[in-house]
């Protein structure tokens, strides 16, 4: 078991390894290097998911201690491997799908020189990922965790040549940075705390642990989520982020990596379940981003950025479920699942339209292409149906169990919670019917690229279609096979722990309100943009609209509150270093210089000054001495 | 337990002689006046030594050091001679000052802790003299001593070729010879003959009369150096000369005159109130 | 009378010195005056030996003759030498370590 996962973990780092130091020699078979290694790893993820499938329920988890790194006093940094039902969940999803955009990439960068040097990145992606959620321990973790962050970086800049993909990599990185601030801070207050990195010590004896230290805990971890899966307040750099290429988006920013703020708060659940703030907190950060990243969404024209704010509202849903503790946690991670299909197909289809269309993302450029790219249309139409949660696809299966344990937390806050989580199913499918409309239905408004070359859309080669098919079928199947017998919940629950809950609303009525919201948001899309010709430049729009448009002036936000107010602090504190520090240092060398220029006049030269100080000093001794004695 | 009244008598007259003799060392101008101050000093110490039964150091406090080295002292007064240094006058600001403060402080604490002491009872040195005084110290400086005598007799030694090597003086050149020298005067260009001789005017015959150039100037040179350093010279020219024009016209009369001679001697005596007359 | 005198007069004849040394500028007074401090401390150690009835403070008085002789010797030949190469006995001209 110890090798396997090892080898599970080790393939894409090897392929990593190989690739970024093989230099050129490996231009040519580069990428099925790093294909055919991802690949390895899906197989191992499988076989030991097989392996665990033939044991009992009770007797699934499995955990190793490979070596202890630096053992000093009571701080021991072990390195192991804990491989449950959830890491396993997370193990298939990520060399699942990550192999399936190893493939797709294959024809994607076909024309990249830096092919191999991309799959190398996409490899050491996998391995920091599977890192992360194999981790038994929260400092190998946060290995695990500042791996993907510098994957994340490396592949967003991937196409360093263009100012805006090198300035959007910076921003993933530094925003990340400050969850990941919290991460560490997080987890040094758990040693602290617990005397112990390690998973089940921990999980143990949170009952001992104060309130306030679980609190303060639990918030830093969020914190760190908020980061790394792009919750308001530190989602900034995910529209940015999709200056990378496609598959990156894909793999990286909408099905694995910034989901690993679900993971870590699902992981950390035994301490969210002893901090009811922290889970309110958890709750409240989900809801506001889900409606924030749905309005973010409604108003972009790019593409790519209309999925990102998707991407962060399905995430908001995701980090809502983890917040309602044991009733939320098990489908958190199916709409994590589903969503890493159905997202990730989405992704790749606007990849495969972009590629068609001479790398164009404004949607008003597009328009009529569902005759043109027939395989990618209805791929693309599938994950669509499947976000918006219609009935019967896995969107519907996941998501409405989401918004049914929304309500079923009790209360004013579970009203609040469903309601909000009710309305960001509509403004869902407002925003993906739009997305559906101006891309592949209406009038063509295809425009020449800067070089002026008419776009002549056509289809993918199959390295790129095949992926998306499959993706396509986890989007259809895969809710209802979760949800088939509750197979899911009875997988999950072992490891994160379930209760009904007391929903004043039967899922029956749960499913009929979303349904009849989602309508009413496709409608309204329909209305706007399915039977009025889309305009080939913006309109003005409403205040929100445009608001929506430079992502909610969260930007202009960090701009006025963070980089001018970090401005004004530098200039603050450097005034403060030139006069106080520096007029301490000075003053005390300019003393010290002037009280030596008055003390020099005592060295005279002269021998007689010199005896005077000999006998004053002879008899501050003989007065010395009498004191001494006692007179 | 109390000396003899003699032994106090002679304390209280002496101890006064000595004390005048410390000052007079600190504060006479003149170095040979310090030096026999010190010596009246050691010489009563001397004999406070001989009362307190300190036989051996007694004489040695003369012979030593009132005789060697005072003596020595005395050489250096005569090598170095009368200098600037003499002056009584102080040049570092506060010096004074300062002295007094610190001495006075120092003396004070000095007699206050002895005062303080109490020390009323004193043994004598009846039983450790018993033996002779000079054989007790020889006891003592040759057993208990004897370390300590043999270094200081090795730090005289030391001393002494220490003092030879500072005042020797190496030459580092071969001296000159007296052709060198010669050609060494005539190239710096001093004067070479004899200087001219003062008062070459007869009527004015004096040492302190310069003598006059061709074109009536004095020159300094035939005046002593000695008077020309104390601003002794007497100029006859100018003023003086025209005088002396007149008593030349007036030749005649005075070659008719009878008593020329005491005319003479007040010209002789020169002053130039007189020549104004 | 008590011998407590003589170390009162010993005091102060050290004090005398120890101002001469202060105030006077000719090196060779400064040593004659240096020669006054160290007959004032022979005066109180033979003083002492008489009030405690050994010989000791003798010993030690004699050889503060010997070491005075050396030094001296030795000062005596110093001021010689400066006093060829500055023309001066003052210990003031003394000064080459001023800045």
């Known amino acids: ?379 693309f139409g599938l994950g669509y149906l499947a976000i918006i949660g219609f009935p019967g696809l896995s969107g519907f299966w996941t998501k409405d169990k989401i918004i049914e344990a929304a309500f079923a937390k009790g209360g004013g806050e579970g009203w609040v919670l469903g309601v909000v989580a009710l309305i960001g199913a509509g403004v869902t499918a407002f925003y993906m019917t739009r997305v559906m409309l101006m891309t592949f239905f209406g009038e063509k408004r295809w425009q020449p690229d800067a070089q002026g070359h008419q776009p002549h859309p056509h289809e993918s080669p199959k390295s790129m279609t095949v992926p998306m098919i499959i993706l396509a079928f986890g989007s259809v199947f895969a809710g209802g096979l979760f949800s088939l017998n509750s197979s899911f919940l009875h997988w999950l629950e072992p490891v994160t722990g379930y209760s009904e809950g007391h929903s004043p609303l039967t899922a029956w009525q749960v499913s009929v309100a979303t349904f009849v919201v989602l309508v009413v948001g496709a409608g309204l899309a329909w209305q706007q943009y399915g039977r009025k010709p889309v305009p080939a430049v913006a309109p003005r729009g409403s205040v929100l609209t445009r608001a929506a448009r430079r992502d909610l002036l969260q930007d202009d936000f960090n701009h006025v509150v963070l980089v001018r107010g970090g401005e004004h602090l530098t200039r603050t504190l450097v005034h403060l270093d030139h006069s106080l520090v520096d007029g301490a240092v000075n003053g005390t060398a300019a003393g010290v210089g002037g009280v030596s220029a008055r003390l020099r006049k005592v060295q005279n030269g002269f021998v007689r000054s010199y005896a005077v100080s000999m006998l004053g000093g002879a008899a501050v001794l003989v007065a010395a001495t009498l004191l001494m004695r006692g007179i | 337990m109390t000396t003899s009244t003699g032994e106090a008598v002679q304390f209280w007259v002496l101890a006064i002689v000595a004390v005048l003799g410390a000052l007079g060392t600190v504060t006479m101008r003149k170095a040979v006046h310090s030096a026999l101050c010190l010596a009246g000093t050691m010489i009563v110490l001397a004999v406070f030594y001989l009362a307190q039964g300190a036989y051996f150091l007694g004489i040695v406090q003369i012979v030593v050091y009132t005789g060697a080295v005072m003596m020595l002292f005395l050489f250096v007064v005569m090598l170095v001679g009368i200098t600037a240094a003499d002056s009584l006058k102080e040049t570092i600001r506060g010096q004074r000052v300062a002295t007094v403060v610190t001495g006075v402080g120092f003396g004070v604490l000095l007699i206050a802790g002895l005062a303080n002491a109490h020390l009323s009872a004193f043994t004598g040195l009846g039983a450790a003299n018993s033996g002779g005084n000079v054989e007790g110290l020889a006891a003592l400086i040759f057993t208990k001593y004897v370390w300590a005598f043999e270094i200081t007799g090795a730090l005289l030694i030391t001393a002494a070729i220490g003092a030879m090597v500072l005042t020797h003086r190496e030459r580092t050149e071969r001296a000159a010879t007296q052709r060198e020298m010669a050609e060494q005067r005539v190239r710096s260009g001093v004067q070479l003959p004899p200087l001219p001789a003062p008062g070459v005017y007869a009527r004015h015959n004096a040492v302190d009369i310069p003598g006059l150039l061709p074109d009536g100037t004095p020159s300094e040179l035939t005046v002593n150096a000695t008077l020309r350093s104390r601003g002794q010279v007497r100029d006859l020219s100018g003023e003086p000369l025209t005088r002396v024009r007149e008593l030349e016209d007036g030749a005649d009369d005075y070659l008719d005159q009878d008593r020329p001679v005491r005319r003479d001697t007040s010209a002789a005596n020169g002053s130039s109130e007189g020549a104004a007359q | 009378m008590n011998p407590v005198y003589y170390l009162y007069l010993a005091a102060l004849l050290f004090t005398i010195g120890a101002a001469g040394v202060l105030v006077r500028k000719n090196a060779i007074i400064v040593f004659m005056c240096v020669e006054l401090m160290l007959n004032a401390c022979n005066l109180a150690f033979v003083t002492f030996s008489r009030l405690h009835g050994n010989l000791d403070g003798q010993i030690i008085a004699f050889f503060t003759m010997v070491v005075a002789a050396a030094e001296v010797v030795v000062g005596l030949a110093i001021i010689v030498t400066f006093f060829r190469s500055r023309h001066s006995a003052s210990v003031d001209d003394a000064d080459l370590m001023k800045l």
Not at chain 1, 63 to 73: I, K, Q, R, Y
Not at chain 1, 168 to 189: E, H, P, T, W, Y
Not at chain 1, 352 to 375: A, C, T
Request: overall charge positive.
């Open chain 1, 1 to 379: 078991m110890d090798h396997l996962i090892g080898a599970l973990v080790g393939a894409p780092l090897l392929g990593a390894a190989v690739l970024l130091l093989g230099g050129r020699r490996l231009d040519r078979i580069g990428h099925w290097v790093g294909t055919l290694l991802a690949a390895v790893s899906f197989a191992l993820g499988v076989a030991l998911f097989a392996d665990m499938l033939s044991k009992d329920t009770g007797r699934r988890t499995f955990t190793s201690h490979l070596f202890t790194w630096v053992p000093v006093d009571s701080f021991r940094a072990d390195v192991g491997f804990q491989l449950d039902q959830l890491s396993m969940t997370f193990v298939l999803l990520i060399t699942g799908v990550g192999t399936l955009i190893h493939i797709y990439s294959i024809g994607y960068m076909a024309h990249d020189e830096r092919r191999r040097r991309f799959f190398g990145y996409l490899n050491l992606f996998l391995a920091a990922m599977l890192l992360l959620v194999l981790a038994n321990n929260y400092l190998l973790l946060y290995v695990g965790w500042e791996g993907v962050g510098l994957a994340s970086y490396l592949l967003i800049g991937f196409w360093q040549h263009k100012p805006s993909a090198a300035t959007a990599a910076k921003k993933a990185f530094i925003v990340n940075r400050v969850g990941d601030v919290g991460l560490s801070i997080a987890i040094m207050l758990l040693f602290t705390t617990f005397n112990s990195f390690s998973f089940s010590p921990v999980f143990g004896a949170v009952r001992d642990a104060s309130g306030g230290r679980l609190t303060a805990i639990g918030l830093l971890l969020l914190l760190a989520a908020c980061g790394k899966s792009a919750q308001v307040p530190l989602q900034s750099w995910l529209g940015d982020a999709m200056e990378g290429p496609t598959p990156v988006s894909a793999l990286i920013h909408a099905a694995t990596m910034v989901t690993a703020g679900v993971y870590l708060v699902t992981r950390s659940g035994a301490i969210f379940n002893a901090s009811a703030t922290a889970q309110l907190a958890v709750c409240v950060v989900g809801a506001v981003t889900l409606i924030f990243g749905a309005i973010v969404g409604c108003a972009k024209d790019d593409i790519k950025k209309a999925l990102a704010g998707s991407t962060m509202s399905q995430i908001g849903y995701m980090m809502l479920a983890a917040g309602l503790g044991p009733v939320g946690y098990v489908f958190a991670i199916m709409h994590l699942v589903t969503h890493g299909f159905f997202k990730a197909g989405l992704f790749l289809g606007a990849g495969s339209v972009m590629h068609g269309m001479n790398d164009e993302v404004d949607m008003r450029k597009f328009g009529g292409l569902r005759g043109y790219m027939p395989v990618t249309f209805i791929t």
